[in-house]
Every structure is written in C-alpha cells, then in structure tokens.
C-alpha cells in the first residue's frame, strides 16, 4: 500500500534563509512524487515531480526537492525564502503498479516571517 | 491555457436541495476528478473519470452523484446532503492516467456549507 508523511504541521523560516518542506514515502512498485502547494481559499498548484533520472528536480518559483531513493525521501527546498511563499504544502505519491489514486500528505504549513 | 474552472465559488444549501457543482477544462487532458478538502487536511479523492468513464468511486454515498458529459466538463450532483458534507470541493484534471502525466490541474474549488 502507498503512504507519504509529512512529519512537519508547521515550518517557520525567516525571510531569505533557505527552507526544507520533509516527506517520506512508502510504495510497492517504482515511485512517482509530486509536490503541490495551496494558498489560502484556493485549490492545490502543482510545483514539481519526480518521475525518474536526476535526483534533483527543479520546479516552479524557485523550488527544487531532492529524492533519495535509501531514505525514501522527497524534501521540498528553496534556497531563499520569501513571505509570498507562505502557504500549505503537500507530498504526494503514485507509483507503477497500475493504480490511479494519488495519495496525499497530511500537508505542511510554510509561514516565512519578514 | 492551464486553467480549470469551477462553478460556483461558494454554495450554501438545505438537506433538503438538489444543486450542481460544475467543473471545466480545455487543455485538452482526458482524466478528470473530484475531491473533498476538510480544513488544514489534505484533498479526499472521491471520483475519477478516465475518457469520460468512471473509473473510481472512493465508495462516496449516493447523494453525492458526479457526471462527465463530455471530456471537458464534469458536475457533481448534489442532493440531501449532511452538515458534515461542509467542505471545499476541488476538481482537477491530467492528461490521462498514464505513468507519464500524472500531475493534476486543480481548479479553485466551490466552498459548499449546508445547513
């Protein structure tokens, strides 16, 4: 069965330090890792996957996460925070065995304080 | 055009009242879904529609009833609902369900109270 944990509710980071969003994850097969961030009153906007190949993905606004395959990792960094950053973020795994369900994170909330 | 849209943003209805929630996609992507967020959790998958075909229901109760016209458009049909069904109700769509598209578009949501 798949699982993902986010083991943060809340990070807090100051303006321009660099951030770390954690998730690790459980599959049967190969994993597929997402990450999407939600603002306030708003639906879920897709950052970045991991499908395969280079275990340093770059996504949308700066952000990039690493997968490591040993920890069953998929961390969501930024090397310079910034206030509109602040939001909730999720983890999210698929993997190959033929499902269709995307499972989600518990989320984790961003604030980065001026 | 990367947008999906959803209709109405905010419905506030009895138990007893039938609506509609409408969802819209032109970017062309043939799998389409519903999802119930809760506050400060994640999204709940309830439906997914794969070529116009329903292909999962996350055993949601009957009042909840989603449609798929065309590959465009879904509704979820709404009747005799419970203060408990309160929540944001999000559709997203993807390419199709194959390996390679598996990231989803989510519109803004309907915001859905019942009293």
């Known amino acids: 069965a798949q699982s993902v944990a986010q083991p943060e509710d809340q990070v807090n980071v100051a303006e321009g330090n660099p951030l770390t969003v954690k998730c690790t994850y459980s599959v049967s097969g190969n994993p597929y890792l997402f990450w999407y961030v939600q603002y306030p009153n708003r639906g879920l906007q897709f950052l970045l996957k991991?499908?395969?190949?280079?275990?340093l993905v770059k996504g949308s606004y700066g952000f990039e996460a690493e997968f490591n395959k040993s920890q069953t990792s998929f961390h969501l960094k930024k090397p310079s925070a910034l206030v509109s950053d602040s939001a909730l973020y999720f983890c999210a795994v698929r993997d190959d065995t033929g499902g269709f369900k995307t499972i989600f994170g518990a989320g984790t909330r961003l604030f980065v304080k001026a | 055009d990367t947008e999906v849209t959803q209709t109405p943003k905010h419905l506030v209805m009895g138990m007893t009242n039938k609506k509609s929630l409408k969802c819209e996609q032109h970017m062309g992507h043939r799998a389409m879904y519903w999802y119930k967020q809760k506050a400060k959790k994640p999204p709940e998958l309830m439906f997914v529609?794969?070529?116009?075909?329903?292909?999962i229901n996350e055993s949601v109760p009957s009042r909840f009833s989603p449609e798929c016209p065309n590959s465009s458009l879904l509704n979820l049909h709404l009747h005799a609902l419970q203060p408990e069904d309160s929540a944001l109700y999000l559709c997203?769509?993807?390419?199709?369900?194959?390996?390679?598209?598996?990231?989803?578009?989510f519109g803004p949501g309907t915001r859905l109270t019942v009293t």
């Open positions: 529609y794969s070529y116009e075909k329903l292909s």
């Open positions: 991991y499908i395969t190949g280079d275990n």
């Open positions: 997203a769509s993807s390419q199709d369900l194959d390996r390679d598209f598996r990231e989803q578009y």
